[in-house]
């Protein structure tokens, strides 16, 4: 993401320990006895009629029956126990090593994103590497033995899916405002830059994003299409119909996975050509104010047109030889002389479309009337733009402050292109070491994450049959801590730099992530539902990742400021929605 954490020594010193005690660890089983050692305990062979009246008491029932149980070892060798407190610890144990696999995919593909930029690497590689624990996890889960077993199993996929969104909408998002709030401002409403007075004041505080942030929320909000298809698609009454809703559903899903990988490569390129487009009506803004200055405010004559004689005394002033002719450089003094405070841009650039917005003769240089005709397009944009009227009068200044106020407005909301401080823009400094050494984090990060996604799933299950917790609800608590809170930690550390840019790609990358679990989690969930012929029953689950992708999808589509009071409603989403599966499928039975 950025700020991320490092392949250092400390992962090793704590990770190898805990790889060699899952090593060392063998499977035992025993019954524990509250009797004297002369008592007899049936071995399960041995049946007398004296044992058999011994052990007709519920007590000896229940100590039988927990010697039955048995489990299996993961890839026979890893440990595993039916104990609450010994499954407990496996899901510490496996958990945090899931933790250590995705902090070492999110290191890596950020110094991969450093050496090869955006694109292919930013839109496709780095975020299916976000969400490839989630992927395993719910790709082991409905893996595993029989038909039946996954069908048991492959509630933990579902539980960290939805948990996983709900938590970095609902936890995350709310920490984020908060470590990232600064004051606001109280005629524009948004946040001003490292600027943290008014502390925790619910309205006065908060923070603020650019326009793409709402792209990308929006995004997140269409990518549970595929939820409700499916869901709606179950009300058939065929099994057949239910099956093939599954099929339809899986299909829309990697479509919009496809669609919004394409738009992730394509996304710095739209952003850099909006970007450009803004800060050349910035200029035409400015010209604009200049002229109306040297006019007084009449810019236009009696009969609402443009007073020529105005235009043409601003065109003498442009023209330093006197040629009647305007060249590029004669356009380059002008738009130093404005100095355009809003922005920092390449002024060869502005030049050259100005040149093109008024040189309708392509011979490089633009005479008296191609500078009427461009002026007067220019008040045309300003006027529809800004809302105003030709009014002859020197109140024509009210059109143009809006045009100018719009303009700089939308810019803005753009965001800034400026490195970050701290952040170097001289590229990397060793590329070949920096792609070794990012491959290989790439490569443990995978390899752990592939190899202990079955036994986490594995102790999950067995944690939820020592306990008589159903398996959702411990995956939809435990599992997101570890296969998002590198990802967590990254986004509230960057949060905390109190800058609009920052908490713009803050809130961006949430909303990223929580795509892809929509889109690529859900695929690889509901592919093995389909391949699998497994029976779809998760209809409360589904109707919790609904809601709350709607109601903070709509909140943060049409809004870019978030005061402090935003991060309560977020907060709340968070057990309203471990209830409202607890009260649909327990209570009301939907399931």
């Not at 990770?15 to 660890?25: A, N, S």
């Not at 738009?335 to 030049?351: H, L, M, Q, Y």
């Amino acid at each position: 993401m950025r700020n991320s954490f490092s392949f250092d020594r400390r992962h090793l010193v704590l990770t190898i320990p805990i790889l060699l005690l899952l090593l060392l660890i063998t499977t035992v089983h025993s019954r524990y006895s509250p009797f004297d050692p002369s008592d007899l305990i049936s071995d399960g062979v041995h049946n007398n009629q004296s044992l058999n009246q011994t052990t007709s008491s519920p007590f000896h029932l229940a100590l039988k029956s927990s010697a039955e149980e048995t489990c299996e070892q993961t890839y026979g060798f890893l440990p595993c126990t039916t104990t609450v407190i010994g499954n407990l610890f496996l899901i510490l144990v496996y958990g945090y090593l899931m933790f250590f696999a995705a902090t070492y995919l999110s290191s890596g593909s950020e110094l991969l994103l450093q050496i090869l930029g955006p694109g292919i690497i930013g839109g496709l590689f780095l975020p299916v590497l976000g969400a490839l624990p989630d992927a395993l996890l719910i790709l082991v889960s409905g893996l595993s033995g029989s038909t039946e077993t996954a069908q048991n199993q492959v509630s933990v996929g579902m539980g960290l899916l939805a948990g996983s969104t709900v938590m970095l909408l609902t936890v995350i998002w709310g920490s984020c405002v908060v470590v990232g709030k600064c004051d606001m401002r109280e005629t524009e409403n948004s946040a001003i830059d490292r600027k943290d007075t008014k502390r925790f004041s619910l309205t006065g505080s908060g923070v603020s994003t650019d326009i793409w942030t709402c792209y990308a929320a929006r995004i997140m909000a269409i990518s549970i299409l595929p939820f409700i298809v499916v869901q709606l698609l179950q009300t058939l009454h065929s099994t057949s119909g239910r099956h093939l809703a599954v099929l339809i559903g899986l299909i829309l899903s990697l479509a919009i996975l496809i669609s919004y990988c394409l738009y992730q490569v394509f996304q710095p390129w739209i952003q850099e050509r909006k970007l450009k487009y803004t800060r050349h009506k910035l200029v035409m803004s400015g010209i604009l104010k200049h002229l109306k200055q040297r006019a007084l405010g009449r810019l236009l004559a009696d009969d609402s047109s443009l007073d020529e004689s105005v235009v043409q005394k601003l065109f003498n002033t442009i023209d330093e030889n006197g040629d009647g002719r305007l060249s590029a450089s004669e356009l380059k003094a002008l738009v130093i002389g404005i100095r355009f405070e809003e922005i920092d841009f390449d002024k060869d650039d502005a030049v050259s479309k100005l040149m093109k917005d008024f040189d309708t003769s392509n011979d490089n240089h633009i005479d008296l009337g191609e500078f009427i005709n461009g002026i007067q397009k220019w008040i045309n944009e300003a006027m529809r733009v800004g809302g105003g009227s030709p009014d002859p009068g020197p109140r024509t200044h009210k059109y143009l402050d809006n045009f100018h106020d719009k303009t700089k407005k939308a810019h803005a909301l753009l965001g800034s292109k400026e490195p970050e401080e701290g952040e170097s823009d001289g590229g990397v400094k060793n590329p070949r070491w920096t792609s070794f050494k990012a491959s290989l984090m790439l490569l443990a990060g995978a390899v752990i994450a592939a190899a202990f996604a079955d036994p986490l799933v594995d102790a999950v299950d067995n944690f939820s049959d020592a306990t008589s917790i159903p398996t959702f609800f411990i995956s939809f608590i435990a599992l997101p801590l570890a296969t998002n809170s590198s990802e967590a930690v990254s986004a509230i550390i960057f949060a905390s730099r109190k800058k609009v840019t920052t908490a713009s790609l803050t809130f961006s990358e949430l909303y990223g992530a929580v795509t892809m679990n929509n889109v690529l989690c859900l695929s690889v969930f509901l592919a093995l539902v389909y391949f699998r012929e497994l029976t779809w029953d998760f209809s409360a689950e589904v109707l919790v990742i609904c809601i709350v992708c709607i109601v903070m999808g709509a909140f943060a589509s049409f809004r870019t400021t978030f005061p402090l009071w935003t991060s309560f409603l977020a907060y709340f989403l968070y057990p309203f929605s471990l209830v409202l599966v607890y009260v649909l499928d327990y209570v009301l039975g939907w399931s």
